[in-house]
């Protein structure tokens, strides 16, 4: 092969293309070999350095979330069928993975009341920002509207691919926790692609999906055919919906969001998958690869893969996404889960975590130093302000074993959510734990005003 290219050694390859201002001049600073045992040793000391949530009480969640697993979901995912294969482009040997992805997108469908659905995306952020181009594929306008209660994360990612398509991200701010409706209105005209909120919002407020949704829809003009409205999209809690109103009831066209809470565990925040689902109007518009149900040569019932937006798969200027990996093996833990909970199981989780969550916003309201950040109906995660530096008061707390939450500012780094405190409870926190945080917080807010009086 050198030969044939006309070189002595590999080395000259990279003496020919590499500049020598690009080039390392000294070793890799990397150690010597161990032995198997001693790297072993080595990863089981890196590995106690770990703090899990089986080791403290963790009230953390700001779009990661601690619930329970069951057995079922970890035997099918490591299962050779499911963990092994990439993508399913024969059909006749792949009838298992197409049906899980066919199974998975009805139920999906089910849960957000939308005719479509996608086999995933690569999480839920991705899928915010995948959804904001579907709007500007659909009407080629040059704004996204934008509710500050939107998760950070999803914010940034949106940010990230707007400015590749030169989109303006319009932000528009809360009031009382929730989206303000008079200023979502007023933002929204006739430049604007899509509108963009999350329900629950990352301070936890339910907002009024049907409301939002209402005031982003604008009438065509008296004679003109062409609908002006934007594209209505819902950042959404999968499990929420087994209480509050599906998205598609609500007249939101395009819901995604993050499936981690479906059956997959927190593992260092990853991997997950994004779940996006829409109108059936923009399916041709929808990013990744959806299965669909045919029937063979003998008429029997199979599945194949119906659509393919990606880059690779047809002309690059017709592309929806080329970046739209299918997180298979995550949506089937996804489905595992779903159909272990079932129609009412979801129903009864979600008012079991409603019941908590009010619980411990009562119990924790009550401490001195600690109030309400508003007073809006919340699910499952609830914003605190605390009297104190916040990050101090989450190192006592842990000090005491209770992982109190997360640090708001240090995650929208906004000035207005200055000790903020954003607390998840899950079906794993019982009332003893919600109780013993209780305790720990209030001693922790009261140990930290006490030592700042002292200075």
Same mark, same amino acid.
């Given at each position: 092969?050198? #030969? @044939?290219?006309?070189?002595?050694?590999?080395?000259?390859?990279?003496?020919?293309?590499?500049?020598?201002?690009?080039?390392?001049?000294?070793?890799?600073?990397? !150690?010597?070999?161990?032995? #198997?045992?001693?790297?072993?040793?080595?990863?089981?000391?890196?590995?106690?350095?770990?703090?899990?949530?089986?080791?403290?009480?963790?009230? =953390?969640?700001?779009?990661?979330?601690?619930?329970?697993?069951?057995?079922?979901?970890?035997?099918?995912?490591?299962?050779?069928?499911?963990?092994?294969?990439?993508?399913?482009?024969?059909?006749?040997?792949?009838?298992?993975?197409?049906?899980?992805?066919?199974?998975?997108?009805?139920?999906?469908?089910?849960? /957000?009341? =939308?005719?479509?659905?996608?086999?995933?995306?690569?999480?839920? !952020?991705?899928?915010?920002?995948?959804?904001?181009?579907?709007?500007?594929?659909?009407?080629?306008?040059?704004?996204?509207?934008?509710?500050?209660?939107?998760?950070?994360?999803?914010?940034?990612? %949106?940010?990230?691919?707007?400015?590749?398509?030169?989109?303006?991200?319009?932000? +528009?701010?809360?009031?009382?926790?929730?989206?303000?409706?008079?200023?979502?209105?007023?933002?929204?005209?006739?430049? /604007?692609?899509?509108?963009?909120?999350?329900?629950?919002?990352?301070?936890?407020?339910?907002?009024?999906?049907?409301?939002?949704?209402?005031?982003?829809?604008?009438?065509?003009?008296?004679?003109?055919?062409?609908?002006?409205?934007?594209?209505?999209?819902?950042?959404?809690?999968?499990?929420?919906?087994?209480?509050?109103?599906?998205?598609?009831?609500?007249?939101?066209?395009?819901?995604?969001?993050?499936?981690?809470?479906?059956?997959?565990?927190?593992?260092?925040?990853?991997?997950?998958?994004?779940?996006?689902?829409?109108?059936?109007?923009?399916? $041709?518009?929808?990013?990744? $690869?959806?299965?669909?149900?045919?029937?063979?040569?003998?008429?029997?019932?199979?599945?194949?893969?119906?659509?393919? /937006?990606?880059?690779?798969?047809?002309?690059?200027?017709?592309?929806?996404?080329?970046?739209? /990996?299918?997180?298979?093996?995550?949506?089937?833990?996804? &489905?595992?889960?779903?159909?272990?909970?079932?129609?009412?199981?979801?129903?009864?989780?979600?008012? %079991? &975590?409603?019941? $908590?969550?009010?619980?411990?916003?009562?119990?924790?309201?009550?401490?001195?130093?600690?109030?309400?950040?508003?007073?809006?109906?919340?699910?499952?995660?609830?914003?605190?302000? %605390?009297?104190?530096?916040?990050?101090?008061? $989450?190192?006592?707390?842990?000090?005491?074993?209770?992982? !109190?939450?997360?640090?708001?500012?240090?995650?929208?780094?906004?000035?207005?959510?200055?000790?903020?405190?954003?607390?998840?409870?899950?079906? *794993?926190?019982? *009332?003893?734990?919600?109780?013993?945080?209780?305790?720990?917080?209030?001693?922790? +807010?009261?140990?930290?005003?006490? @030592?700042?009086?002292?200075?």
């Amino acid at each position: 092969m050198l #030969e @044939a290219i006309g070189v002595s050694s590999v080395a000259e390859i990279f003496e020919r293309q590499i500049p020598q201002a690009l080039r390392l001049k000294r070793p890799l600073e990397l !150690p010597g070999g161990q032995s #198997e045992q001693d790297v072993y040793a080595h990863l089981v000391a890196l590995a106690e350095r770990n703090t899990s949530t089986e080791d403290q009480l963790c009230f =953390l969640g700001a779009g990661m979330y601690d619930h329970y697993v069951p057995a079922l979901v970890d035997m099918l995912c490591e299962r050779s069928e499911f963990l092994t294969p990439y993508t399913p482009y024969q059909p006749e040997i792949s009838q298992g993975g197409l049906q899980v992805m066919f199974e998975y997108q009805t139920a999906i469908c089910e849960l /957000t009341g =939308l005719e479509v659905s996608n086999a995933s995306v690569y999480d839920g !952020p991705s899928a915010v920002a995948s959804a904001g181009y579907l709007a500007k594929l659909d009407n080629g306008r040059g704004r996204f509207v934008v509710s500050a209660g939107l998760h950070p994360h999803s914010l940034q990612t %949106l940010r990230t691919y707007a400015h590749g398509y030169g989109v303006e991200v319009v932000e +528009v701010p809360l009031r009382d926790g929730v989206t303000d409706i008079h200023a979502w209105g007023a933002a929204i005209d006739e430049q /604007t692609s899509a509108a963009i909120f999350a329900q629950p919002n990352f301070y936890g407020a339910v907002e009024d999906a049907q409301a939002l949704a209402a005031a982003a829809k604008s009438d065509p003009a008296e004679g003109n055919a062409a609908d002006t409205s934007p594209v209505v999209i819902a950042q959404v809690d999968p499990l929420t919906l087994g209480v509050l109103a599906p998205p598609g009831q609500c007249g939101v066209d395009v819901a995604v969001g993050e499936g981690q809470s479906l059956g997959n565990r927190l593992d260092f925040g990853g991997p997950s998958f994004g779940f996006f689902a829409a109108r059936m109007e923009y399916l $041709r518009r929808m990013p990744g $690869r959806i299965a669909g149900e045919t029937v063979d040569v003998d008429g029997r019932r199979g599945f194949v893969l119906t659509l393919q /937006t990606r880059e690779q798969h047809i002309r690059r200027e017709k592309a929806t996404s080329n970046i739209c /990996t299918a997180q298979a093996l995550n949506a089937l833990a996804g &489905m595992a889960y779903m159909a272990w909970l079932g129609r009412r199981g979801i129903v009864e989780l979600g008012e %079991l &975590m409603l019941a $908590r969550t009010h619980y411990a916003r009562e119990r924790l309201a009550a401490l001195p130093g600690v109030e309400k950040l508003h007073d809006q109906p919340v699910m499952r995660e609830f914003a605190l302000r %605390l009297d104190g530096d916040v990050d101090a008061i $989450r190192r006592r707390c842990i000090a005491d074993g209770v992982n !109190p939450g997360v640090d708001l500012q240090a995650l929208t780094a906004r000035e207005e959510d200055r000790g903020g405190l954003l607390l998840a409870i899950t079906e *794993r926190r019982t *009332r003893r734990d919600i109780d013993r945080l209780t305790e720990v917080l209030g001693a922790a +807010v009261a140990a930290e005003r006490q @030592a700042v009086a002292a200075l």
